[in-house]
C-alpha cells in the first residue's frame, strides 16, 4: 500500500504569513534561527499575528545552521516548561527541522535520539500540538516533507529524521521571506531543490502522485533558479513554490544516493574548518549520481525522460543523459558552485584547493562510504551500490573523474 501526505493547509502567496492570525490556541512556541526573521521583521510580525490570535506566545531563537541533537534537546525542555499547543517553526530548513525534532521529544519526553532515527517508526503526534512552519529559504522544502535532518557532532553525522508524522500541519509558504536570502544561499537552496525532484523522479517510490509534481518543479527551476541568483525577484518568488512541489514530490517519493552522501560527507570534515554545505554537496554529487544510477535501464529511461521535459534535445537514451549531466554542471557554473570536493573551498565557493585534504578524505572514505549506504535515503535508490562501489563514486566525487562503473 502506497501513501501520500502532505501538510493539511498550504497558504501560498506574497502576504499570507497574516494567517497565523487565524489560528486558534492558547500557546505558541515560535522556533527561529541566527536572526534574519528578526532584521527584516518576520519575527515580531509572526508574534503579533498570534498574539491578535490570543495566543501567549514564547520565543526560542538561535537555531544553528545543520542543527545538533544538543539544540534539540534544550528546545523540547522549553516546550515541557512553557506546554505549547502550536509550535510555530520558521526561517531556513534548520529551525524548521530541529523543531521538528523538538516536537517529538516534547510529546514523548523519554523517547531517545536513537528511537527518533527510526526511519517511518515514530509514535502518533499531535498529542499535545500542531505544527506550522513558514520556510525563508527556497529548498529544503521541509514545511511540506515528512523529513527532519539533525547532526550529531560527537560522531560527525547528519541523520535524516523520516516519518509522515513529522509532516506539518500547516505551511504557510510566503515569498517575501524569501526575497531576503543572500545570493550564495539561493544557489545553493536551488540545487538542493533541483535534486530532490529529480531524485523524487527516479526513486523506486515513485508513482503518478508524485511525478507531475517532480516534473514540473524541475522545469521551474531550470527556468527561474539563475534568474532568481542574479536578483529577479519574480523569480524569485516563483522559485519559492517551485521548491515547495519538489518537496511535496520528494516527501512521498522518497530520495535516493545524492542525499545519503551529502549527509554523511556535510559534518564529517568540520574538524578542518567548515561543512560542505548541504545544497552545494547535492550540486556536487548529482551529476555523478546520474551517471552511476543511468546503469539502470528504468533509471536511464527516467532521466531521459527528465531531459525531454527540460528540451535539451538527443536522439537516444545515453545522448540524453549526457545533456542532463551537462545542463546540471553548467548551472553549477554559472550558480558559482564547485564541481567537486577537491575544489570546494571552507566558504562554499569554487577554489584552487579546497578545505579537504586529500589524504584526510581517503583516510575517512571506508566510514563515510558505510555511513551513505546506511543512510535512509539509500533504500530508495534506482540502483543498490556496494561499499566498493560507494567508495568510488565518493572519489568520483572529490576528484571530479568520470563515473564508468
Not at 509572526?46 to 544538543?70: C, H, K, N, R, T
Not at 520528494?250 to 552522501?261: E, K, P, Q
Not at 543511468?294 to 527540460?310: L, N, P, S, V
Request: charged content about 20%; some cysteine.
Amino acid at each position: 500500500m502506497a501513501r501520500f501526505t502532505l501538510p493539511r493547509d498550504l497558504y501560498h502567496g506574497k502576504g499570507t504569513l497574516e494567517t497565523l492570525k487565524t489560528f486558534e490556541g492558547k500557546r505558541a512556541m515560535v522556533c527561529v534561527g541566527g536572526g534574519s526573521m528578526k532584521r527584516f521583521g518576520f519575527l515580531d510580525r509572526a508574534v503579533s499575528y498570534l498574539q491578535e490570535a490570543g495566543m501567549e506566545v514564547q520565543v526560542f531563537d538561535g537555531i544553528e545552521s545543520d542543527p545538533s541533537v544538543d539544540t534539540v534537546m534544550r528546545g523540547a525542555a522549553e516546550m515541557l516548561k512553557f506546554q505549547p499547543d502550536w509550535i510555530v517553526a520558521m526561517g531556513g530548513g534548520s529551525p524548521i527541522d530541529a523543531a521538528k525534532a523538538m516536537w517529538i521529544k516534547y510529546e514523548y519526553p523519554d523517547i531517545t535520539f536513537e528511537e527518533m532515527i527510526k526511519v517511518f517508526g515514530l509514535p502518533k503526534l499531535r498529542k499535545k500540538a500542531h505544527f506550522c512552519a513558514i520556510p525563508s529559504t527556497s529548498g529544503t522544502a521541509t514545511e511540506v516533507t515528512a523529513f527532519s535532518v539533525i547532526t550529531d557532532y560527537e560522531k560527525g553525522i547528519k541523520y535524516p529524521l523520516a516519518d509522515f508524522e513529522i509532516t506539518p500541519d500547516v505551511a504557510i509558504v510566503d515569498p517575501d521571506l524569501a526575497e531576503t536570502m543572500p545570493q550564495k544561499l539561493v544557489a545553493h537552496t536551488g540545487m538542493d531543490a533541483m535534486t530532490h525532484a529529480i531524485e523524487a523522479y527516479v526513486s523506486t517510490a515513485n508513482c503518478s502522485f508524485t511525478d507531475p509534481l517532480a516534473i514540473f518543479a524541475i522545469t521551474m527551476i531550470q527556468k527561474d533558479l539563475i534568474p532568481s541568483y542574479n536578483g529577479e525577484m519574480e523569480k524569485r518568488d516563483l522559485m519559492h513554490n517551485a521548491q515547495c512541489l519538489a518537496g511535496m514530490a520528494f516527501s512521498n517519493a522518497l530520495l535516493g544516493i545524492v542525499h545519503s552522501m551529502a549527509h554523511k560527507t556535510g559534518a564529517a570534515f568540520q574538524d578542518y574548518g567548515a561543512h560542505i554545505i548541504h545544497g552545494a554537496a547535492n550540486a556536487m554529487y548529482l551529476p555523478k549520481v546520474i551517471a552511476f544510477n543511468a546503469k539502470d535501464e528504468t533509471a536511464a529511461r527516467r532521466y531521459a525522460e527528465i531531459a525531454d521535459f527540460m528540451h535539451l534535445g538527443g536522439e537516444t537514451v545515453a545522448e540524453k543523459i549526457a545533456l542532463l549531466i551537462a545542463h546540471l554542471r553548467s548551472m553549477n557554473e554559472a550558480l558559482n558552485i564547485p564541481q567537486c570536493i577537491r575544489h570546494y573551498g571552507a566558504d562554499g565557493m569554487p577554489a584552487e584547493e579546497g578545505f579537504v585534504p586529500e589524504q584526510v578524505f581517503l583516510e575517512r572514505l571506508p566510514e563515510i562510504a558505510s555511513n551513505a549506504i546506511a543512510d535512509a535515503c539509500t533504500g530508495s535508490n534506482p540502483r543498490q551500490p556496494s561499499q566498493e562501489e560507494m567508495e568510488k563514486l565518493l572519489k568520483c566525487c572529490y576528484y571530479d573523474t568520470e563515473v564508468d562503473f
